[in-house]
């Protein structure tokens, strides 16, 4: 018989886990698999399954949820638990959600992420007794886990989803889902929910204190950025064959952006300023990219060079010491993580040299720059055009709009976005 404490329950593990000659074992149907089979509990790395409990508890979930995230789960016909309900979903969210050249997006591992609690307290429970006070009891459990208000509100929608797919493929019963649907998201101020504060904009004055401290590759990028509201990973993806250079007011259409699924054109307007940053970055092949760290890494080791105190006729010769194929290697572009990374780390050298000023001049507390992220920068470019030219011209300038009113508002909106760059940017 498995041993049980307050943990298991917590788990909800199907199966039995049971110990053999002082070794705990866990024997359990999988999803996909015909017929229960006994497992040794063996630590990673280890020959031998585990003596403790707890840690047998711990790699029995491991295997339980591995199996439901990358197991058989074409063999799963029978949707007869909460388990082989995720486990059948998540190969529908793998084939749906693609970009446009076909690979998959980010939804499938955000699904995995919704799905975990979900697995770890109702496994075994067929979907059918998934109601709402069950559902209630999940989103309470993700208070507990301290998780904020607003991903949670964000994982338990994707939970709901997952049920509404499964009514369409007749999985379980369509009452089910209408009551799910009645569970309210968490709203602000009425639950004891850890709430994150609001992104706010970045004052232009500590954006343009860090672009010395850049690379400069980066800081093209952040300024650029600052004067078009472009989002990060669009001034990532950059490349001069997306640009229509045609008119005084340059157009870029950046070939990926978060609402290309709903078939909205996506229309950058760069002004004079933002021209004069981008043309030496533009004398490149048309299909590379603008903004490369590859490009970054060779400025600075150029800069390490240049400052050298140990003359080149001693030590070691330029480059003798750099390893041949490291495991971190610069890539073709920029993501948002590593363009985030590379601003954090101005951000970081500038406050340095704050710090060592005020020492010499003995000021014990000197105002340092706070940390701040790319898109608090696309908060400060809305805030500047809606203070300057109304809310209308900065969700043009921004790209926001929605299904309803882009057939009747595009066209004029583009030319309130072109007249902002044209006095802005």
């Keep these: 018989m498995a041993k049980t404490n307050s943990k298991s329950r917590r788990f909800n593990l199907p199966g039995t886990i049971y110990a053999r000659n002082g ?14 089979v006994a497992r040794p509990l063996k630590p990673v790395g280890a020959q031998y399954a585990t003596t403790d409990y707890t840690a047998a508890l711990e790699i029995a979930r491991n295997t339980y949820q591995q199996a439901i995230y990358h197991g058989h789960s074409a063999n799963i016909e029978n949707v007869s638990s909460i388990a082989a309900l995720v486990c059948v979903y998540l190969k529908h969210a793998k084939a749906y959600y693609k970009d446009s050249d076909g690979n998959p997006t980010r939804e499938p591992e955000n699904i ?15 979907p ?12 309470n459990h993700l208070i507990q886990l301290n998780w904020s208000r607003g991903v949670i509100n964000q994982r338990i929608g994707m939970i709901k ?35 994150t ?14 672009l010395p401290y850049a690379m400069p590759v980066t800081a093209a990028m952040i300024e650029l950025q600052l004067l078009t509201g472009m989002r990060p990973t669009e001034v990532c993806m950059m490349r001069p064959c997306d640009l229509d250079r045609s008119g005084n007011i340059w157009h870029y259409k950046p ?5 290309l699924y709903r078939d909205i054109e996506r229309i950058v307007s760069i002004g004079p300023r933002g021209q004069e940053i981008l043309r030496p970055f533009l004398l490149r092949p048309a299909e590379s990219y603008c903004f490369s760290p590859i490009e970054s890494e060779r400025y600075r080791r150029a800069k390490l060079t240049e400052n050298r105190i140990t003359p080149l006729s001693c ?47 003995g000021i014990e507390k000197p105002e340092l720059i706070p940390d701040w992220t790319p898109y608090q920068m696309r908060h400060t470019a809305a805030t500047k055009v809606r203070r300057e030219m109304g809310y209308e011209t900065a969700g043009a300038t921004l790209g926001h709009t929605n299904m309803s009113a882009t057939a009747i508002y595009a066209e004029r909106n583009q030319g309130l976005a072109d007249e902002a760059a044209r006095r802005l940017g």
Excluded at 128 to 139: D, R, T, Y
Excluded at 321 to 328: A, D, T
Aim: glycine share 6%; with cysteine.
């Design 255 to 259: 070939p990926k952006h978060k609402n």
């Design 315 to 361: 030590g070691n010769t330029v480059g003798s010491n750099r390893k041949e194929n490291p495991q971190v290697q610069p890539g073709q572009y920029y993501d948002s993580e590593s363009y985030r990374k590379a601003i954090a780390h101005a951000v970081q050298a500038a406050n340095k040299v704050i710090k060592e000023a005020a020492k010499k001049e």
């Design 112 to 126: 995995e992420y919704a799905c975990k609690p979900l697995i770890e307290l109702f496994a075994a429970l067929p």
């Design 161 to 195: 989803r997952m049920f509404k797919w499964a009514v369409a493929r007749q999985y379980i019963s369509p009452v089910l889902y209408h009551g799910l649907t009645a569970v309210e998201g968490l709203r602000r101020g009425r639950s004891a929910v850890r709430e």
């Design 23 to 36: 070794r705990y074992w866990y024997k359990v149907q999988l999803p996909g698999e015909p017929k229960p």
């Design 197 to 210: 504060a609001r992104v706010k904009p970045v004052d232009e004055k500590y954006v343009y204190a860090v």
């Design 128 to 139: 059918e007794e998934f109601g709402p006070l069950k559902l209630i009891e999940l989103q």
